[in-house]
């Protein structure tokens, strides 16, 4: 991905709301398949790591990354930003 497409992305998750929200259990394997369908419906989505998670929300991340096969676009805070283009729902059209 390129630090346009990166970017472009950043704006469109401005003004999404987050639809997950990571706690004190941390990733479970229902949470990551919760995850991959969400990303194959909207393409896009924003999680929100809460202050009982004891993990970062960097590593958080960049493991959701890797389970879910997605780009981390970013992570500001306790916030992870992932796209991961869909196959049957494509609705984002990358620069």
């Known amino acids: 991905m390129t630090s346009k497409q990166r970017a472009y992305?950043?704006?469109?998750a401005t003004n999404i709301e987050?639809?997950?929200q990571i706690g004190k259990a941390s990733?479970?394997?229902?949470?990551?398949?919760?995850?991959?369908e969400a990303l194959e419906k909207r393409e896009l989505i924003k999680i929100s790591v809460l202050k009982n998670c004891m993990d970062d929300p960097k590593?958080?991340?960049?493991?959701?990354?890797?389970?879910?096969h997605s780009q981390v676009v970013?992570?500001?805070g306790k916030k992870i930003v992932l796209y991961k283009e869909s196959k049957e729902h494509k609705k984002i059209m990358l620069p």
């Open 27 to 36: 990733l479970t394997p229902e949470f990551v398949i919760g995850i991959e």
């Open 59 to 68: 590593e958080l991340a960049q493991i959701l990354g890797e389970r879910t």
């Open 74 to 76: 970013q992570v500001i």
């Open 18 to 20: 987050p639809i997950y």
């Open 9 to 12: 992305l950043r704006g469109l």
